[in-house]
């Protein structure tokens, strides 16, 4: 995996790049901070069965917003396997935190996301895909760890034709290592508003988050230790 | 990867597992072996956007007939990427073998299967998928050699749940070595009628095959070499 190191990120100049862009701080982040170094952003995102539908049409308009090249959105049909609260109507998001592995994670989600983000940029032929993944103030999710994304990288090389035929699909995360207050930074030094971005778990119809999920605290906290305005909605 | 050697397989005991089931011979001996070594199988299809539809419905009536304990059919917009002549009816499906990695690659494509079947399984407390993949009479696409299904493996042990808990995942393919007069008599050995599997990359409405594509090459010698009857349908 490359970006560990955080930024600055390797200048992309001109070459392509998948971006997975969920709608929330961290993603959008990630895809401004791409655009900064040159990288031209083809943002994907996945309609799958969340709650919180509403985060994707913040990733339709911060894709444009931030100069994408490109974005789709895919629809993939998790609910169907059940599990989680981010797609079980029937298991309630907490508002305490709690120990060890959330009920809102979303079995095997990042694998799944990058999978299709793999798909596109070989059809692209891009080697570099980009992933707002963070594992310092986190949910405590196994997919966002660095030696996560660095097996997935691994994995990537040997799936595909870019592989085989001597190029190197690179996985980057340059959020990984950051406090969520550098991520707040990093984001309003972007030209991201965070006000247009809904990381909430259990965003109301207008994109307000409900102030007491993980997602909230953690992006709260982060304006706090960053010293910025919260511009966030919350539902009142 | 376990399985690499092949047959038999480890006694599943009851145990879960998840078997991918294209509707082709290769999945089709796979789930049927898996079954016959007693695991509770969990056969995943996807519609995908193929030419060859009607092997979801003959994945249907193998999970029936083989005595698959669930089946799932999970949409799945591969061909919004384009990029394959499985998918995109602008690219002609080859009716001679060209070099190396064919335009009937479709990409990252068992990369995202197998990362649909890791959700499942999560969701099941399942720590097995079967993957009919096999590296000795194949079309040569990058995700079927062992090495690759080796690095998924890794991969999903750092991804999910279970392998942060101290469970292992395993990715079984236990027909990756063998040639393809093996698998045609494995598959008559565990009871899989080949006339209801269809492996052609365009076979018709009626689920019968070309004859002149690659996969349907490599089947029909495979029957030629096992001495066995061919009792695929062909297209008149």
Chains 1, 2 share one sequence.
Not at 5 to 24: I, K, M, Q
Not at 108 to 127: G, I, K, P, Q, Y
Request: aromatic share 6%; charged share 20%; proline share 5%.
């Amino acid at each position: 995996m490359s970006g560990q190191g955080g930024l600055p990120l390797e200048a992309g100049s001109g070459r392509r790049a998948v971006v997975l862009l969920s709608g929330g701080l961290d993603s959008a982040t990630t895809l401004a901070a791409a655009v900064r170094a040159g990288w031209a952003c083809y943002a994907l995102s996945f309609d799958y069965g969340q709650r919180h539908g509403v985060e994707i049409e913040a990733a339709r308009r911060l894709a444009s917003a931030l100069g994408a090249a490109a974005h789709r959105v895919v629809r993939l049909d998790l609910a169907v396997f059940g599990g989680s609260a981010l797609t079980d109507p029937a298991i309630a998001v907490p508002e305490t935190p709690g120990e060890g592995i959330p009920v809102t994670y979303v079995p095997a989600r990042n694998t799944v996301f990058l999978s299709m983000a793999l798909a596109w940029a070989e059809t692209l032929d891009a080697h570099d895909i980009f992933i707002g993944a963070n594992a310092v103030d986190y949910s405590g999710y196994p997919d966002c760890r660095p030696d996560y994304l660095a097996a997935f990288e691994a994995m990537a090389n040997l799936a595909t034709r870019a592989g085989v035929e001597g190029s190197r699909i690179r996985i980057r995360a340059p959020l990984v290592d950051l406090a969520k207050a550098e991520i707040v930074r990093l984001a309003i030094e972007c030209g991201v508003d965070p006000a247009t971005t809904v990381s909430c778990y259990q965003a109301d119809a207008a994109g307000r988050g409900c102030g007491v999920c993980d997602s909230c605290r953690l992006r709260a906290r982060g304006f706090v230790d960053a010293g910025l305005p919260d511009t966030t909605r919350y539902a009142p």
